[in-house]
């Protein structure tokens, strides 16, 4: 038997979770709620896993379930529903490392 392999995306929120604008378990049951894997939700509860940290989630699926490009619009579409999206942008860095940062940062310079 072939093993499968599987790619594990990391959404990253470490600055709005500190200012207590993002709570990880609302990221968390947003994505269980709205991803869909091959066009179907169903699918998508028995192939993603995914795992709560403090100020990040990891999402566990197999290499091809998920597209990084979609996984960025899914956290787009969460700060919408949030009316976050007009203050934070949504980053790709590294292969699969997603990044949710501020778009005016206010520095405490003076």
Not at 28 to 35: E, H
């Amino acid at each position: 038997m072939s093993e499968v392999k599987t790619k594990t995306f990391k959404v990253c929120f470490e600055e709005q979770k500190k200012d207590g604008i993002v709570e990880s378990s609302d990221v968390l049951s947003y994505l269980q709620s709205i991803m869909k894997v091959r066009n179907s939700k169903v699918l998508a509860e028995k192939e993603l896993t995914f795992k709560d940290n403090e100020s990040s989630i990891e999402i566990l699926c197999k290499k091809n379930d998920v597209i990084k490009r979609n996984m960025k619009l899914y956290i787009k579409r969460y700060l919408r529903s949030k009316q976050l999206y007009p203050y934070i942008k949504v980053a790709g860095e590294e292969n699969n490392k997603i990044v949710l940062k501020y778009r005016n940062p206010v520095t405490d310079e003076e």
